[in-house]
């Protein structure tokens, strides 16, 4: 079992940046994949940014490409994501997850086997 808790959500006006946080307890954390999804009202879950096992690939989904930084830090036991030029339409629970295996279809939340309870953020225009 991996336990997964994310934090550094919060209320930010459009054009400003936060850094999320989601840290990793139970099984080996460098051993996992790790991936950032998003879920705003009304709206199905969606893919934000996944990152492999060192850190040294990464992917992202194409609306916050340029924006959204991922990266992990495994001595640490923890998964970032840094956003800038936030925007209202970037509002939406936040939220990290685990999974082991090939670093491929990583866009697929069913792939992913451990989940955060999520945290908001909130971009004000």
């Known amino acids: 079992q991996v336990q997964l808790v994310e934090s550094g959500g919060g209320l930010v006006q459009a054009g400003g940046s936060l850094r999320l946080s989601c840290a990793a307890s139970g099984r080996t954390f460098s051993n996992y994949i790790m991936g950032w999804f998003r879920q705003a009202p009304g709206k199905e879950r969606e893919f934000v940014a996944a990152i492999n096992w060192t850190g040294s690939s990464t992917y992202y989904a194409d609306s916050v490409k340029g924006r959204f930084t991922i990266s992990r830090d495994n001595a640490k036991n923890t998964l970032y994501l840094q956003m800038t030029s936030l925007k209202p339409e970037d509002t939406a629970v936040y939220y990290c997850?685990?999974?082991?295996?090939?670093?491929?279809?990583?866009?697929?939340?069913?792939?992913?086997?451990?989940w955060g309870q999520g945290t908001q953020v909130t971009v004000s225009s």
């Open positions: 997850a685990a999974r082991s295996g090939a670093f491929n279809i990583v866009k697929v939340s069913t792939r992913y086997d451990y």
